[in-house]
């Protein structure tokens, strides 16, 4: 029998090991639903503190459902810190970090040194799946990588493919089972695998093979796509906010034509993969045959958000503030009822905040981390400090206290628009525009 056989009827039996590499947002997750699905897991992240803390139950991502799903199967994955630990394996998920570097460009490092170390380890007849984020064209160099190391040749030694991870935080497990997948072989044969092996996970009907520039090109567009179009409704609250109107108003009235689904607003785009995906799909076309110009104008103009909402608080008429002028930040994390405060855009709010010497004080239930401003223990104590009061993140939590709570001495900032009926209980409202 060959390799290809032997691995695709472990795959179609679920007695394929499968060892998920990096167990950080997307990894842990992966991982548990594998484990829940019956099949044999393998966890591997180089981190020995991230190991030793799953070793002993903690869990640190806020994710519903994510701790409940770890008292059932954790005990059930092999949780190991080594590439030589996890040689046995026969199907590696790469859930690796590829963050952009402070030149828009990708860093690719994390990957190149996985595949490194596992071309040195691995036993022959293996398939790795990469589902980390990457430019187009990323996947087949990572595969001529790995064979280049190992001295493996591709569809008879080892078969490589690309699934892009495309769930939603704060309901990653939700979406983990019910999303479609894309997978992209470098092979035609790593397309069959990899295809197989998703289809004995998730719902095969929600399995789409393809190739891997394909899948990598959906992925990217996808998020660019989203960025863009909050981008539209960005630039539209810049203009309502200089001719002096409400942008909220503006988007309702327009929405109501039948081809017309203008975003909301806000205080800018935050996160793990908008703020960069963009950046990796122009970067796809960094051979100087294409110059691309609506997504470096999108990430423009969703990167000055932060700074447009720090104007606003600047331009408040002093006279109606008390001396003390303390500025209160609610929710600090990108998207409200999560802990991921990943490129949030509150806590670039509250640097710039900070560097103009304003006195900033923040409260988040989900977040422990202060950003250097002080930290208020509850709602209550952020209230009874602060005179100006923005809002963030908009929990769930967090906007249930505010209506509750007396506002009549506050000027309140919503530039996500998440409160707007409390603007004739306070002394002033601020939206993003009005």
């Not at 030793?52 to 810190?81: C, F, H, Q």
């Not at 996947?139 to 280049?148: D, I």
């Not at 092996?197 to 796509?225: C, D, G, Q």
């Amino acid at each position: 029998m060959s390799r290809y056989s032997d691995l695709l009827k472990k795959i179609n039996q679920k007695s394929a090991n499968v060892c998920v590499v990096g167990l950080g947002y997307i990894g842990l997750p992966t991982a548990l639903y594998y484990a829940s699905r019956g099949l044999i897991v393998h966890g591997l992240d180089t981190n020995e503190v991230i190991i030793d803390e799953l070793r002993e139950g903690i869990i640190r991502a806020r994710e519903r459902g994510l701790v409940e799903l770890a008292e059932n199967y954790l005990s059930k994955i092999n949780l190991e810190t080594s590439y030589s630990e996890v040689e046995s394996a026969e199907v590696y998920v790469l859930c690796l970090p590829s963050p952009i570097d402070k030149n828009k460009r990708v860093v690719t490092r994390y990957l190149e040194d996985s595949v490194t170390k596992l071309s040195e380890t691995l036993r022959k007849g293996a398939l790795i799946l990469v589902e980390s984020t990457v430019p187009v064209g990323t996947t087949e160099r990572l595969a001529e990588l790995f064979g280049e190391k190992g001295g493996l040749k591709l569809d008879k030694d080892y078969w490589f493919a690309h699934s892009p991870e495309r769930v939603l935080p704060g309901k990653v497990l939700d979406e983990l089972g019910t999303n479609h997948r894309l997978v992209g072989g470098v092979s035609e044969r790593s397309t069959e695998l990899a295809t197989a092996f998703l289809s004995s996970v998730f719902e095969p009907n929600n399995v789409h093979p393809t190739t891997a520039r394909i899948a990598e090109a959906a992925k990217l567009a996808e998020n660019a796509y989203r960025d863009v179009n909050v981008a539209y409704a960005n630039e539209l609250a810049r203009i309502c906010s200089v001719v002096g109107i409400d942008v909220n108003e503006v988007i309702k009235l327009a929405n109501l034509h039948p081809r017309v689904k203008i975003l909301q607003p806000g205080i800018g785009v935050g996160g793990y993969c908008l703020p960069k995906d963009g950046w990796l799909l122009v970067e796809s076309v960094r051979d100087g045959s294409f110059e691309p110009r609506v997504i470096p104008a999108a990430r423009e103009i969703n990167d000055s958000m932060p700074a447009h909402v720090f104007d606003r608080i600047r331009q408040i008429n002093h006279e109606i503030l008390s001396l003390k002028r303390v500025v209160g930040v609610l929710g600090l994390s990108f998207k409200p009822n999560i802990s991921d405060t990943r490129n949030s855009p509150s806590v670039e709010l509250i640097r710039l905040l900070i560097d103009a010497g304003i006195d900033v004080v923040v409260y988040d239930p989900y977040v422990d981390r202060d950003f250097g401003a002080r930290r208020a223990e509850s709602l209550d104590d952020l209230l009874n400090i602060c005179e100006v009061v923005v809002i963030g993140a908009g929990h769930d939590v967090i906007i249930e206290q505010l209506r509750e709570s007396d506002l009549d001495e506050k000027v309140v900032i919503d530039p996500n628009n998440v409160i707007p009926d409390i603007q004739g209980r306070v002394k002033l409202y601020l939206g993003i525009s009005n």
